[in-house]
């Protein structure tokens, strides 16, 4: 089962679940800053947002004065940017430590 779905079309499969012998990677901790907008701190520096542009939902990193995607793609609601998001952040991650 994917951990994404919906979103910008060809998106889906993009993000796939996580395996059962991959090593535990902690949620991202969502604060809500309101008008369906979120933000989680990244380990090192930085935040990922979830922003609101139009009725869709962007995912973004972000520190003072600079943003950039973080996931390209549209996302239709709040727990679909998290999924995302979350796995997204494993993938980057795991691609590092394993």
Do not use: H, Y
């Not at 979103?7 to 059962?20: D, L």
């Not at 709040?78 to 691609?95: G, M, P, S, V, Y």
Request: aromatic fraction near 10%.
């Amino acid at each position: 089962m994917s951990a994404f779905e919906g979103g910008k079309e060809g998106a889906e499969g993009k993000w796939s679940a996580r395996t059962a012998d991959a090593p535990c990677i902690k949620p991202l901790l969502w604060e809500p800053l309101g008008m369906r907008q979120f933000k989680a701190k990244a380990p090192l520096f930085g935040n990922i947002r979830i922003e609101k542009w139009g009725s869709k939902l962007n995912v973004l990193w972000s520190v003072p004065g600079l943003c950039a995607s973080f996931i390209d793609g549209d996302f239709p609601d709040e727990d679909t940017a998290k999924a995302a998001a979350q796995t997204e952040f494993e993938r980057r991650i795991l691609e590092v430590v394993t």
